[in-house]
């Protein structure tokens, strides 16, 4: 057979009343290389599909993935056949086989899920053809199953790890709420989980097949974002030297995931109001309004009741947004869940670095179990990553850790701690609160960056801020002229 990548050839099964028929067609594949057999009749060949697919004597199934059956057989035909595989045996590729002038039945066997007939007599060569196309047909099948295991081991439900009362009632909710098309609005501490819940919600829903698009705004200037959201026109603005489609039009039928909501300017959040409540828009420089079906789910990693106080998020898209709320708690309020969290990551990195560490000692996780996470879950993970990469020893130990996280000192952000009750009073040099705070906070910025070696999304994560906050500071700050920021 031709192709571009070697194929399995599957097992394949002939049904035919005709026992000379089954054995002439089964000499005639066998010569080809088809590991065949023959079912006389509907019951004997769902018989042998169900038997082929149990494990006898600890031996591995011996599945068929190809069935070529007559229509006309007796007792239960061709056509009932066929919706018994469909049921029984999806991933089965099913090809017919009818008379010359009963092709309608053929027709209306495609319906019901055949992958193609032929008319007796058959010809030879239109059967090999026909045949490697449904091997091809069948790979793919089994490809996209494979796909979607992943998928579901990736994002189901048992990646989002933790026992503590809290993340159970987020269990709930994902699986109450995703069957629907209802908003969902997220909020947390960034590195908390908000991108995996979103992808589990879309993952548990009937939308599990079409995209899920995800965009975090905070990462792309305000000037961009409308064209990353909506798409834009040839010659709308200086460079859209061609149109361009837009994330809710790519996530039509499927689900939009957009992060960071609280850094949108009170402009885009008038349009991403106008896009929730009627479902269209008009891509940037384009007077054609454009119509979508597109469920969509958000996060935000500040709470957006104190910014709607603050006049800096639309009261009214809040309200919209704000049907389905989950509340994802930070890492440190969830302590309990970090040796079940560390040893998924364990478990995980083994993986990716064909390492086979056992676990963690008992410094190490009591080191783990004491630090207050300002990074969250993302900051755990990454930890964990290090240390199997450094580690030399059967367990990670203290020395595998970063230093910081087994002194308990979250990257030197002791500065951001509240004063506690009898601490000295700070003494006034005379300037205004507002250069005060503003001098403050340059050096907390200052120090943070450093502690993170200029990383600046990890510096971001562990201010609590979002990247496009950070990136503004800095440059207010005049940060970004020190020899690191390059």
Request: hydrophobic share 40%; net charge negative; with cysteine.
């Amino acid at each position: 057979m031709s192709s571009d990548a070697p194929l399995t050839t599957p097992r394949l099964l002939i049904v035919d009343a005709d026992p000379i028929a089954c054995e002439s067609l089964r000499e005639v594949l066998r010569d080809h290389g088809y590991d065949t057999a023959t079912a006389l009749n509907a019951d004997e060949a769902l018989t042998a599909l169900a038997d082929a697919e149990r494990s006898i004597a600890g031996r591995p199934p011996r599945t068929f993935g190809l069935v070529i059956t007559d229509l006309n057989l007796p007792g239960v035909d061709g056509t009932e056949l066929l919706r018994g595989i469909r049921r029984d045996h999806p991933d089965v590729v099913v090809i017919v086989l009818t008379a010359y002038g009963t092709i309608e039945a053929a027709v209306n066997a495609i319906k019901l899920g055949a992958f193609d007939y032929l008319t007796h007599p058959v010809v030879e060569e239109e059967l090999l053809a026909l045949l490697e196309r449904a091997v091809r047909h069948g790979a793919l099948i089994a490809q996209n199953h494979h796909l979607r295991r992943q998928l579901d081991d990736r994002f189901g439900l048992d990646n989002i790890i933790g026992r503590d009362p809290r993340m159970q009632r987020i269990y709930d909710l994902v699986e109450a709420v995703a069957p629907t098309k209802t908003s969902v609005l997220m909020t947390g501490e960034s590195g908390t989980g908000k991108s995996l819940v979103a992808r589990a919600i879309h993952q548990r829903s009937p939308l599990r097949d079409q995209p899920f698009i995800e965009i975090s705004c905070g990462s792309i200037p305000e000037t961009l974002l409308e064209s990353e959201l909506f798409g834009h026109v040839k010659g709308a603005f200086t460079g859209a030297h061609a149109d361009k489609i837009g994330r809710f039009l790519a996530a039509d039928g499927g689900t939009i995931f957009l992060d960071e909501i609280n850094s949108a300017s009170p402009g885009m959040q008038l349009k991403l109001l106008r896009v929730l409540q009627e479902k269209r828009f008009e891509p940037v420089g384009s007077t054609k309004t454009v119509e979508v079906n597109v469920r969509v789910v958000l996060a935000s990693n500040e709470p957006l009741e104190q910014l709607v106080a603050a006049g800096q998020f639309r009261q009214d898209l809040y309200y919209r947004i704000n049907v389905v709320k989950i509340e994802l708690p930070p890492l440190r309020d969830r302590l309990t869940d970090v040796p079940i969290l560390a040893a998924h990551f364990l478990e995980k990195q083994n993986r990716a670095a064909r390492r086979e560490i056992l676990g963690f000692t008992a410094e190490a996780m009591a080191a783990l179990q004491r630090y207050t996470w300002p990074g969250n879950v993302r900051e755990l993970e990454n930890i964990v990553e290090r240390a199997v990469v450094l580690s030399r020893s059967p367990k990670i130990g203290v020395e595998d850790l970063p230093p910081n996280v087994v002194e308990n000192r979250p990257s030197q952000m002791a500065l951001l701690r509240a004063p506690r009750d009898g601490d000295e009073s700070i003494p006034w040099d005379g300037q205004t609160l507002a250069n005060a705070l503003e001098a403050q906070e340059r050096r907390i910025i200052l120090a943070a960056l450093n502690a993170n070696d200029w990383n600046r999304n990890q510096t971001a994560a562990q201010l609590g801020i979002n990247r496009t906050t950070l990136y503004k500071k800095i440059r207010s700050f005049g940060l970004d002229q020190y020899p690191q920021a390059g």
